[in-house]
């Protein structure tokens, strides 16, 4: 059974920084690409960054481009560093994982393959 476990969440001021891991488990997780959704209440789940594979090939939602950094560490673990982080940012924030990393961005996040649980992040004005 695949699983999704996203850590490094909190409460930061506006101008701060965080860095999200997500890492993976279960026997049949490999080759997926990985990214990464944020939630507000009351809002739309919606897409922040994708990475593939390899690594080589990322997207970022216009919102975080510039400030937001994902990576990847090994095929089970990625990173998104984020910094100059505004009240707006303010979100659960979910891993995902599935076999392309375009569907990733464009796909209808409700039909990608697998999900973490999310992780808060508050940032304080």
């Known amino acids: 059974q695949v699983q999704l476990v996203e850590s490094g969440g909190g409460l930061v001021q506006t101008g701060g920084s965080l860095r999200l891991s997500c890492a993976a488990s279960g026997r049949t997780f490999s080759n997926y690409a990985m990214g990464w959704f944020r939630q507000a209440p009351g809002k739309e789940r919606e897409f922040v960054a994708a990475i593939s594979l390899s690594g080589i090939r990322t997207h970022y939602a216009d919102s975080v481009k510039g400030r937001f950094t994902i990576s990847r560490y090994n095929a089970r673990t990625i990173y998104l560093q984020m910094n100059s982080l505004k009240p707006e940012d303010t979100s659960v924030y979910y891993c995902?994982?599935?076999?392309?990393?375009?569907?990733?961005?464009?796909?209808?996040?409700?039909?990608?393959?697998?999900w973490g649980q999310g992780t808060q992040v508050t940032v304080s004005s």
């Open positions: 995902a994982a599935d076999m392309s990393v375009d569907r990733l961005r464009v796909a209808i996040w409700s039909t990608l393959e697998y």
